[in-house]
């Protein structure tokens, strides 16, 4: 998981700036290119899942799976104009969420094995170590950035995936354990889902476009890296805090707290401030990252406890439809101007609403219920 984060850390501030200044593809052309790309790593990721459950060994699906996305790097670094881009990027992108999707199938059937009291928090913790490869790969991308450019940046980012392949061969996989069942599931909610679903939207439309709105107001691409770094730190430091609090206060509740912070992060992203605001409002934002990639994915994966490998995948394309819509949600507002980030809040808003109502419901469901109870007690 480490060396994942490292790959995925070392490209991602850089692609869509890489697009724009190292291809010359413009606004319509990156976010077509990202938004085919996401939507064959959906169907993908979602597909997988529907059979992977059926199969006692799962690495061998990621085991696959990296191979293609080396070969997709390849070919990316070779593209010259749009055509080329869009079949290097599907091929990058399309088997890496079967990758992520499935490394959290394994690991989570291992912790039910070896400490099956614990897992939910080994988990976060396993998403906590993500985000030390990924905070790694930022510090790496922006330096190799400054010495060999873009092409360096995608040569890094391909070790990454070697490494990960290296560690896939080296790992024995174990059956899993007969202990899933002892996992505390959450009731299914469609509300809760879709609230989840323009959370992710938010997050990706950022992921996206702050790069872009960065280097248009201030120059220098290398800062992106810089950026995301402080941010990973602080996503470090509250992963476990913030398993520790949903566990404690629930997690819809700390849900709630981590949006109204992305709230107000976004709302001052779009008046566009100076630089150094824009590295003091990181800490709050990472918060929401650390619930939302934490917190949210152990709620998700609770709703389809006794299926490891759905589960995973779920989630992984709940986060890939989400990352599809919110690169597409940006072209109501032309160019690359700070006022983008007025949708982000609103979607924030609106995924607030359905969360306090779906509490509102189960509320009043338990005091229906509890009301039905202590009836039925006195009755008898």
């Not at 896939?168 to 996989?173: G, P, S």
């Not at 602080?234 to 700390?254: C, D, Q, V």
Request: charged content about 10%; proline content about 3%.
């Amino acid at each position: 998981m480490f060396l994942y984060g490292i790959g995925s850390g070392i490209l991602a501030p850089m692609n869509a700036v890489y697009m724009r200044d190292g291809i010359g593809l413009g606004k319509a052309e990156i976010a077509s290119i990202f938004s085919i790309s996401l939507l064959f790593n959906m169907t993908a990721a979602f597909a997988i899942g529907l059979i992977s459950d059926r199969m006692a060994k799962k690495k061998r699906l990621a085991v696959c799976a990296v191979p293609l996305c080396i070969a997709g790097l390849l070919l990316y670094m070779q593209a010259d104009g749009y055509v080329l881009a869009l079949i290097g990027l599907v091929l990058a992108v399309a088997p890496s969420g079967l990758i992520m999707g499935q490394l959290f199938a394994m690991a989570r059937s291992h912790f039910m094995r070896e400490a099956a009291g614990y897992f939910e928090m080994a988990q976060i913790w396993l998403r906590a170590t993500l985000s030390v490869g990924f905070f790694t790969g930022l510090l790496a991308g922006a330096n190799v950035y400054l010495v060999a450019g873009f092409h360096g940046v995608l040569w890094g980012n391909l070790l990454g995936y070697a490494l990960l392949l290296l560690c896939l061969l080296l790992y024995k996989e174990q059956d899993a354990a007969a202990a899933d069942n002892t996992s505390i599931g959450e009731p299914f909610s469609l509300v809760m889902l879709l609230a989840l679903l323009l959370l992710c939207c938010a997050d990706s439309l950022r992921g996206l476009y702050l790069p872009l709105v960065v280097v248009n107001l201030f120059g220098k691409p290398q800062e992106m890296s810089y950026l995301w770094s402080v941010q990973a730190v602080f996503e470090l430091l509250f992963m476990t805090l913030a398993g520790y609090w949903a566990a404690r206060y629930g997690s819809k509740r700390i849900m709630i707290i981590s949006s109204v912070f992305a709230l107000a992060v976004y709302m001052t992203y779009a008046f566009g401030p100076p630089l150094a605001v824009f590295f003091l409002a990181q800490p709050l934002y990472s918060f929401f990252v650390s619930v939302l990639y934490g917190v949210a994915m152990g709620y998700v994966q609770r709703m389809f406890h006794l299926r490891i490998g759905f589960g995973s995948s779920v989630y992984v394309s709940l986060t890939q439809l989400a990352a599809l819509i919110g690169y597409l949600l940006p072209f109501l507002v032309p160019g690359y101007r700070p006022a983008i980030f007025a949708i982000p809040a609103l979607l924030v808003l609106a995924a607030l609403a359905l969360i306090g109502a779906n509490a509102a419901v189960v509320r009043r469901k338990k005091r229906t219920y509890g009301a039905e109870a202590v009836l039925t007690e006195n009755q008898a």
